[in-house]
């Protein structure tokens, strides 16, 4: 798709909903794979990662400290 809007489109979405959807591709793989599993932080949901998901760090390692995942 070119566009946002396109998939938005296709999708039959909001175009807001989809940018908010699509940041989340970028998550660094262990914390998807955390999520998978269950072993998530207790508070984060995903209606949380969706809300928040535009002001998600593109590093990896902001994002675990940011989502609780640190060390």
Known sequence: MA??????ERE???ASEISRIMSLAFLAPDIVTTILAGCQ????????LKRMSLKLPIRWEQQRALLGFAD
């Open 3 to 8: 566009s946002v809007h396109q998939i938005a």
């Open 12 to 14: 039959k979405r909001d």
């Open 41 to 48: 932080p207790i508070d984060l949901t995903a209606d949380r």
